[in-house]
């Protein structure tokens, strides 16, 4: 069971490359196949629920010897928001489909980017969350540069030495700490005692591996990969990356500070904060210039991260609360903005905003589903973001963190600027003489509007449903160190 | 001891010629540079793993561990397997470096801000 | 490249190198070998072929796009997993059969996938990079 959101995606993808020369036949297969991992998803998510966490070893090796996986709260609600992600992103991939980026094996890698975030989830191997973020860069790489234009090879191309250094430095860590602690089970890790005289190398490591997640997640100093290459692919890839990718780096830091680096709050929490508070900030400042529908969107990116690891890095049940909550809410909204940015560009012609306009009279409900998305982002009641805000600003009083929390306000401020922006600019203002707007198919208008209706769906009912949802998950046990540390290496593994 | 002592100043080495080749302007020595760092981060696991000479951990007939002065295994799987994944990686690398140059025309990464939209 | 030495030399070079390569494949069952290095090989040789005798004469040789065997290698290699999964109750688990005095199990089918995966991948890098214009 637990198996299944890595191995079904990986054979998708070989069924997928098979069906290469037959592209009708590979997007009703592409769509099954997200189908069935949104299915597997939710399956998973409903017995780790049910039943609390699940664990198993690969090839029946048991931990801390073999590599093994678990599901417990955490893991089943992030391979939970990856499928919920997916698949809508899939449906509008057919809207845009034309051939040109399906024959340069679109389907297949999306499958193969699936696999390696899940397994990144679910794994409690350091060295093999280093194989699954690997897994998922190189098929990134290749979906980043699909269609081979300028921009995007030169965005792609600071995309992959960026995270090629954060891989190196992640291995260089993860060798460190295989040399002091003799294992690189997590589980493992968090129950070995450490002499004291090799107590600064694990400080060393602590280093590394926040270094090696803050280039991942496009925290503060090493952020500026993410709105270089974030705008220039094909509008599907765009969308899946927003609301998938970057959350990896996030779920690196809450576990391994929520795990690992536990007893060492006093330097992680600072450390981490350090990092998030001057992203919040530099994200929101850096889209207020930009013009550029999709730069505005990967510069909130930025700065949303920040807000996610501020409330990973102060820990704590409140703190991890929101950092979920969060992570759940800038998924299913950015992706879906993004997805709003691509239709508008199917129906306008351009990304830029001075070449779009009149939308809120030419296309309603499209602009309508825009608005519900655009004020969740920026934190309107009864939306996830409002909801999503609340909970990190609440965690950063209660952690003693004042100062925090008031950014957090004021980065909201912004985001709402850049919001309405977005909205007077290619929704209000009448359209400008040279926009030629083009007239679609019902089946296509269909296709572009399920995946903004379903995403408004989803950020409406995660704001509506929060507090229950909340409850639910601690009941599983997701910020307990201990509770880890039983479901991997405990007899009960299945 | 000596050895590790040794390979230690090998790892430095190999971190600061991939450091100094990242930091210069042609694309190609970014990539050498790359390269030399993803070596020098094997060698340090390496290293870190602790070195020991001439008994292979496999376990003698009969026995049912190898002899606890046998070398590490782990650490030879984990650099194998970064091995591997550098390769795929350095290859990709080695095929957006050849668009990127023909697409541009230069190898000069300053001149590389196509993505940056016009003012 | 033209070189009529190198184009004889190829000829009797790439079956040895085709043969090694799969002595390479079945020796990693229980010596230094397996798949990867198989795979590497046999990637090697054929693009020797396409280095003396052209790009598309090694495609012709290959017959199969790489692509496919990337798609081919990795059913093979999960599918050899997925049998674990189904017998044993553990994903990658191994299962056994004797054949005489021979033992004959599924990571054996693991590194077959594992070696048409890497000769599709190193193929496919190789003719990408080969190729003069962007296709």
């Known amino acids: ?494 | 001891m000596t050895v590790e002592a040794l390979l230690s100043v090998a790892v430095g080495v190999l971190f600061a010629t991939g450091l100094y080749l990242m930091l210069r302007r042609t694309i190609v020595r970014l990539l050498i540079g790359l390269s030399l760092i993803g070596n020098a981060a094997n060698l340090l696991i390496f290293v870190a793993a602790s070195l020991r000479r001439g008994v292979p951990p496999i376990a003698p007939e009969g026995a049912a561990a190898p002899p606890p002065e046998a070398a590490d295994p782990l650490a030879q799987a984990l650099i194998l397997t970064a091995i591997v994944i550098s390769f795929g990686v350095l290859g990709f690398a080695l095929a957006l470096t050849d668009r990127t140059v023909q697409a541009t025309g230069t190898d000069d990464l300053d001149q590389m801000t196509e993505e940056e939209p016009e003012p | 490249m033209n070189s009529l030495i190198l184009r004889t030399g190829t000829t009797f070079v790439m079956p040895l190198l085709l043969v090694f390569s799969l002595f390479l494949l079945i020796r990693g069952h229980n010596l230094p070998g397996g798949g990867f290095a198989g795979g590497l090989v046999a990637a090697a040789s054929l693009a020797l072929y396409g280095l003396s005798n052209g790009m598309n004469a090694s495609k012709a040789v290959l017959r199969v796009r790489p692509e496919t065997l990337i798609a081919a290698g990795l059913l093979t290699a999960v599918v050899s997993g997925a049998l674990g999964l189904a017998v044993r109750g553990s994903y990658l688990a191994p299962i056994w059969w004797s054949i005489g005095s021979v033992k004959v199990g599924t990571p054996i089918l693991f590194d077959v996938g594992v070696y048409l995966l890497v000769v599709g991948v190193v193929l496919t890098m190789v003719f990408a990079l080969s190729a003069e214009e962007p296709s």
């Open chain 1, 1 to 494: 069971m637990i198996f299944l959101p890595v191995v079904l995606p990986l054979l998708s993808a070989a069924i997928l490359m098979m069906l290469h020369a037959r592209p009708r036949a590979q997007r009703v297969a592409s769509l099954a196949a997200h189908g069935a991992f949104l299915g597997v998803a939710v399956l998973l998510f409903a017995r780790v629920q049910g039943e609390g966490p699940i664990a198993a070893a690969v090839g029946g090796w048991h931990p801390p010897f073999g590599v093994s996986f678990l599901a417990d709260a955490l893991s089943a609600t992030m391979v939970l928001l990856t499928a919920v992600v997916a698949f809508p992103v899939a449906v509008f991939a057919l809207a845009l489909a034309d051939g040109r980026w399906e024959r340069m094996g679109y389907h297949p890698l999306v499958q193969v980017m699936l696999a390696g975030v899940s397994g990144a989830f679910l794994t409690t191997d350091l060295f093999n969350l280093f194989v699954w973020f690997e897994v998922t860069l190189i098929s990134s790489f290749v979906l980043l540069t699909l269609g081979n234009r300028p921009a995007q090879i030169q965005g792609g191309f600071k995309y992959v030495v960026l995270n090629l250094l954060s891989s190196v430095v992640f291995l260089c860590a993860a060798g460190l700490l295989y040399g002091v602690a003799g294992t690189l089970n997590l589980a493992d890790l968090a129950q070995r005692r450490i002499p004291a005289e090799d107590l600064w190398l694990i400080g060393l490591v602590g280093v590394l591996f926040l270094g090696t997640f803050s280039i991942k997640s496009a925290l503060f100093p090493l952020f500026f990969w993410l709105p270089a290459a974030y705008p220039t692919p094909a509008a599907p890839v765009a969308a899946l990356f927003a609301g998938v990718l970057t959350k990896v780096g996030v779920y690196a830091i809450l576990r391994t500070g929520s795990v690992y680096f536990a007893d060492a709050t006093a330097v992680w929490t600072p450390a981490v904060l350090a990092l998030s508070v001057p992203t919040m900030l530099v994200g929101v400042f850096g889209a207020i210039v930009q013009t550029d529908w999709r730069r505005i969107l990967a510069f909130h990116s930025v700065s949303q991260v920040g807000y996610m690891a501020a409330a990973a890095g102060i820990g704590g049940k409140a703190g991890m609360m929101a950092a979920v909550l969060f992570m759940v809410h800038h998924g299913l909204v950015k992706s879906a903005l993004f997805v709003a940015a691509g239709a508008g560009w199917r129906l306008g012609g351009s990304y830029r905003l001075d070449r779009l306009g009149g939308f809120a009279r030419s296309h309603g409900w499209y602009a309508a589903l825009f608005l519900t998305l655009a004020l969740s982002l920026a934190g309107f009641p009864p939306s996830s973001g409002f909801a999503a805000k609340l909970a990190a600003i609440l965690a950063a009083l209660q952690g003693g963190y004042g100062w925090v929390a008031g950014t957090m306000v004021l980065t909201g401020l912004f985001t709402l600027f850049s919001m309405v922006k977005i909205w007077n600019e290619a929704f209000w203002k009448p359209a400008p003489e040279e926009m030629r707007v083009r007239t679609l198919g019902a089946g296509e208008r269909f296709l572009l509007h399920l995946p903004l209706a379903w995403f408004a769906a989803a950020a409406l009912g995660v704001g509506l449903g929060w507090s229950p949802a909340l409850a639910s998950s601690a009941k599983a046990g997701m910020q307990d160190r201990d509770g880890y540390v039983r479901a991997v290496l405990g007899d009960e593994v299945r």
